[in-house]
């Protein structure tokens, strides 16, 4: 017969790592869920450790910024894994060769900064479109639309004006 689980609570004590999504559990992008903050935070206290992840192509410590504005208490968790780190693990590590071309805000610079748990990290240099990507990608339209991929190049999606989703209706224009 199939369980039904109704809380964390429920199931918490056969584990020591919790990986808990962050949009949409833990906060809404305008903040955060009262209940799961609270889940958290008794997982923790009970010595379980709490990651949060996200599919953010941002470094956790924007991330992290983000989680302080909205009101998230940082002893809900232990850390913040993000497609951004994984990112610019996979770069540091020549998975996009050495020379990219990025499109991206100035802001979003950090994104090359070296990690600390990288051993011996390529040195990335950011160079135009026609010294990055193979000829073979220049060909296509997409190749030079920002939130494109192809190899060699590095892009981030634009940050989005509305959310799109139907619970968060409410979200007000960036």
């Known amino acids: 017969m199939t369980r039904i689980i109704t809380s964390l609570s429920d199931i918490s004590e056969s584990y020591d790592a919790l990986f808990c999504d962050l949009w949409g559990c833990v906060h809404d992008g305008l903040a955060p869920f009262a209940e799961a903050v609270t889940a958290l ?12 992840v996200t599919n953010a192509p941002r470094p956790h410590a924007p991330v992290r910024r983000q989680l302080d504005r909205l009101g998230v208490p940082s002893d809900a968790f232990d850390g913040i894994a993000t497609s951004g780190d994984s990112a610019r693990a996979a770069m540091l590590r020549g998975a996009v060769g ?6 991206g805000q100035p802001h979003d610079q950090d994104f090359f900064t070296p990690l ?15 010294r990055a990507a193979p000829s073979r990608f220049r060909k296509y339209p997409w190749s030079e639309q920002r939130g494109s991929s192809a190899a060699g190049l590095l892009t981030r999606w634009p940050i989005q004006r509305r959310c799109r989703h139907n619970f968060c209706k409410r979200r007000p224009a960036v």
């Open 41 to 52: 935070q008794a997982f923790r206290a009970k010595g379980g450790t709490v990651m949060l």
């Open 98 to 103: 050495e020379k990219v071309y990025f499109i």
């Open 116 to 130: 600390e748990l990288i051993e011996n990290p390529v040195t990335i240099s950011q160079v135009p479109l026609e």
